[in-house]
T-cell receptor, first 114, second 115 residues
Framework: AQSVTQLDSQVPVFEEAPVELRCNYSSSVSVYLFWYVQYPNQGLQLLLKYLSGSTLVESINGFEAEFNKSQTSFHLRKPSVHISDTAEYFC????????????FGRGTSLIVHP | DSGVTQTPKHLITATGQRVTLRCSPR?????VYWYQQSLDQGLQFLIHYYNGEERAKGNILERFSAQQFPDLHSELNLSSLELGDSALYFC??????????????FGPGTRLTVL
């Protein structure tokens, strides 16, 4: 079984400041890792994913996450946030290989202030 | 707009009742996934169908069932409803085979309120 812990339920930050959203996971098997974003009144959108290879993965809108196997972490970072980044962010894991069966964290609400 | 449609948008019903939520995947997508998002449980994966066949099950209660039809739309049936079933139910679709991790496209969700 897998579990995901998102350490911060809410992260307030000013526009153009850097941000880090933390995610730690626990699993007895190898995993794939994901970050999803949920804007108000919308479904989830995949932000980025780690399947294999380079431990640093990037999204098209400036976010990046680094897989750290020794610390079982997959923190999400952005060097400079915009007001439009205000949303709920979910970290998820799924066993690698076989069926996609994700386990989600409780989410982190990123609030970007002007 | 993700291309995934869900109906109805809102549903209010009473305990003990049965409801059906409907999902139409993006054109060409063969996989449909169902998720539940509630304040108590957070976001949970329920079930995955690929081309009409069940491929993976998550935390889906026995009172809940799903199916995917030949035209690839899917329905999630919730019966003997309890107050705790109140939640947002999302459907997502993707085009790839089970076992490959493809981008899922989420619908806008159905908000179920059980009174």
């Amino acid at each position: 079984a897998q579990s995901v812990t998102q350490l911060d339920s809410q992260v307030p930050v000013f526009e153009e400041a850097p941000v880090e959203l933390r995610c730690n996971y626990s699993s007895s098997v190898s995993v794939y890792l994901f970050w999803y974003v949920q804007y108000p009144n919308q479904g989830l959108q995949l932000l980025l994913k780690y399947l294999s290879g380079s431990t640093l993965v990037e999204s098209i809108n400036g976010f990046e996450a680094e897989f750290n196997k020794s610390q079982t972490s997959f923190h999400l970072r952005k060097p400079s946030v915009h007001i439009s980044d205000t949303a709920e962010y979910f970290c998820a894991v799924s066993p690698s290989g076989g069926s996609y069966i994700p386990t989600f964290g409780r989410g982190t609400s990123l609030i970007v202030h002007p | 707009d993700s291309g995934v449609t869900q109906t109805p948008k809102h549903l209010i019903t009473a305990t003990g009742q049965r409801v059906t939520l409907r999902c139409s995947p993006r054109s060409g997508d063969l996989s449909v996934y169902w998720y539940q998002q509630s304040l108590d449980q957070g976001l949970q994966f329920l079930i995955h169908y690929y081309n009409g066949e069940e491929r993976a099950k998550g935390n889906i209660l026995e009172r809940f069932s799903a199916q995917q039809f030949p035209d690839l739309h899917s329905e999630l049936n919730l019966s003997s409803l309890e107050l705790g079933d109140s939640a947002l139910y999302f459907c997502a679709s993707s085009s790839r085979l089970p076992g490959s991790v493809d981008t899922q496209y989420f619908g806008p969700g159905t908000r179920l309120t059980v009174l």
